[in-house]
Nanobody
Framework: QVQLVESGGGLVQAGGSLRLSCVVS????????MGWYRQAPGKQRELVAV???????NYIESVKGRFTISRDNAKSTVYLQMNSLKPEDTAVYYC?????????WGQGTQVTVSS
């Protein structure tokens, strides 16, 4: 059974930073892409950042220059460093992995940015 466990969310003031982590466990030998999505109240879930196994990254325009995604393949862990946070970054953040037989999701972690 595959499990994704996120941590690192919380309440922070605008301009502050948070670092999200997502640890993957279970019977997975190779994880292709790892990513972070978010869903704000009343909005659709959107892709925030993604990283390939080789380390190539892609970001949604609104977080470029503020967020950094990274991964540790040996630890099956993906991170999202979030700096200069804004109130509009408030959302539930979900970890996602893409493997040979489909996608897996974490349970989500709440990020709240106060103005």
């Amino acid at each position: 059974q595959v499990q994704l466990v996120e941590s690192g969310g919380g309440l922070v003031q605008a301009g502050g930073s948070l670092r999200l982590s997502c640890v993957v466990s279970g019977s997975i030998f190779i994880i292709n892409t790892m990513g972070w999505y978010r869903q704000a109240p009343g909005k659709q879930r959107e892709l925030v950042a993604v990283i390939t196994r080789g380390g190539s990254t892609n970001y949604i325009e609104s977080v470029k220059g503020r967020f950094t995604i990274s991964r540790d393949n040996a630890k099956s862990t993906v991170y999202l460093q979030m700096n200069s946070l804004k109130p509009e970054d408030t959302a539930v953040y979900y970890c996602n992995i893409h493997v040979w037989n489909g996608d897996y999701w974490g349970q989500g972690t709440q990020v709240t940015v106060s103005s």
